[in-house]
């Protein structure tokens, strides 16, 4: 597993400085590093925490429980305002250089809420239970290349999210699962649910 993040940090030429600094960050607390959705994941007592991804124009940590952050430096962002509940995120571009002190203050305090079991409650219909599904290759690349997309997809609910990677999962053949992939994205970009697929305007 930490070939992997290593690899996904290596790899990237843009962000590969970025990203090192703020995942030593992370694995000098006390979270838990895993990979998940193509990307460094970071989980206390069993709940998902912190995400760290690079996109397009900034490198992003993001923030599960992000709204419960005090944000005494006013640097969290709504991916979705109005539709984002609980998901906030730390955007960090070239022209504003990371400060370890501050990015670990809010890392600190995210790990203590986890540890007291703060979270928003989700909806009933979102805490239905589905069957895990492997996220497809496609979806994950897409969701680790296009700018925002990461941060907007980890907005939807866990059955939203469920929708999409069955979609492309069900495909038999690669050209079904591009076209389809070409057909999600703006849904997810607009954070709705698939079924807008195959709803009339």
């Given at each position: 597993?930490?070939?992997?993040?290593?690899?996904?940090?290596?790899?990237?030429?843009v962000?590969r400085?970025?990203?090192?600094?703020?995942?030593?960050?992370?694995l000098?607390s006390?979270?838990?590093?895993s990979?998940?959705?193509?990307?460094?994941?970071?989980?206390?007592n069993?709940?998902?925490?912190?995400?760290?991804g690079a996109?397009?124009?900034?490198?992003?940590?993001?923030?599960?429980?992000?709204?419960?952050?005090?944000d005494?430096?006013?640097?969290?962002?709504?991916?979705?305002?109005?539709?984002?509940?609980?998901?906030?995120?730390?955007r960090?571009?070239?022209?504003?250089?990371?400060?370890?002190?501050?990015?670990?203050?809010?890392?600190?305090?995210?790990?203590?809420?986890a540890?007291?079991?703060?979270?928003?409650?989700?909806?009933?219909?979102?805490?239905?239970?589905?069957?895990?599904?492997?996220?497809p290759?496609?979806?994950?690349?897409?969701?680790?290349?296009?700018?925002?997309?990461?941060?907007?997809?980890?907005?939807?609910?866990?059955?939203?999210?469920?929708?999409?990677?069955?979609?492309?999962?069900?495909?038999?053949?690669?050209?079904?699962?591009a076209?389809?992939?070409l057909?999600?994205?703006p849904?997810?970009?607009?954070?709705k649910?698939i079924?807008?697929?195959?709803t009339?305007?």
């Amino acid at each position: 597993m930490e070939d992997k993040i290593k690899s996904f940090i290596t790899k990237n030429n843009v962000w590969r400085d970025e990203l090192t600094i703020l995942r030593a960050l992370l694995l000098k607390s006390e979270l838990h590093e895993s990979l998940k959705w193509g990307m460094p994941s970071y989980e206390c007592n069993g709940q998902n925490v912190i995400g760290l991804g690079a996109f397009k124009n900034h490198v992003g940590l993001w923030f599960h429980q992000g709204a419960l952050l005090s944000d005494p430096h006013k640097v969290l962002i709504n991916a979705q305002e109005g539709k984002t509940k609980a998901m906030r995120s730390i955007r960090i571009t070239k022209h504003e250089p990371i400060d370890p002190t501050i990015v670990d203050g809010y890392i600190q305090e995210a790990i203590e809420n986890a540890k007291k079991g703060k979270y928003i409650q989700k909806t009933k219909s979102s805490q239905t239970k589905r069957i895990p599904i492997k996220m497809p290759e496609e979806l994950a690349k897409a969701l680790a290349s296009i700018d925002n997309l990461q941060e907007t997809f980890s907005g939807l609910t866990i059955i939203q999210q469920h929708d999409y990677i069955a979609y492309i999962a069900s495909a038999k053949r690669d050209t079904t699962k591009a076209s389809r992939l070409l057909k999600i994205i703006p849904l997810i970009q607009a954070g709705k649910p698939i079924n807008n697929l195959w709803t009339k305007s």
